[in-house]
């Protein structure tokens, strides 16, 4: 299957609210543009230097979302363009990306990742570590970020049922952040999905799908 053939497979099957970030992460730049000519324009990367090389050399109507976990010193080599920063787990790195986004003259948007999976190597805040943030008053000095939702990664398991509770549960917590909403705080994305497990994530309240493999094929390295 063509990369033109499994993005319209995916996109023809996912609904309107949900949308698709092509995850390009190791990818080729021609790889990248043949998505780019089937109409795809989100495309994920989870390394800052790469993702802003790639920046420099494709048409510059394409959307950059950082998924990675995030290193506070690279933060200004995407400020400039980035759209959408999905992997933010400290208040240190919100304040940095503020500083960077005061820089550059623009607002940023990010998302929290939580952490939901079971297994010790994943990144992310638990949901009281999460409301701690959204409720303290250092975050009111933060106008040049703007907190648009969550992110979080199920387990990597073959057992459903684990990855549907996972997700269920990130879509619960979500919901009740309504009660945090300010000028900088706005909980509209939820963004949860990846190749294996997004149709499940869609089931249960997904906005926000991050999909690598099923469009450009399996990769060499992570
Ligand atoms: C690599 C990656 C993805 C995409 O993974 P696939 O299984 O290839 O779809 C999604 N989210 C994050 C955070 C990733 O690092």
Known sequence: MSIKNNLNNISNTIP???TLIAVSKTQPVASILEAYQ???RAFGENKIQEMAEKFDTLP?????????HLQS????YMAHFVHLIHGVDSFKTLAEINKQAIINKRVINCLLEVKIASEETKFGLSFAEV???LKSEELKNLKNINIK???GMASFTENNEIICDEFKSLKNFFNSLVKFKSFNV???ILSMGMSGDYKIAIEEGSTMI????AIFGSRNYN
């Open 16 to 18: 309107e609210n949900v």
């Open 38 to 40: 089937a109409g795809q």
């Open 60 to 68: 510059k109507d394409i959307e950059w979302h950082m998924i990675g």
């Open 73 to 76: 010193n690279k933060v200004k």
């Open 131 to 133: 409301e701690q943030l």
């Open 149 to 151: 939702g969550l992110m």
């Open 186 to 188: 706005n909980p509209i």
């Open 210 to 213: 991050r999909v690598g493999s």
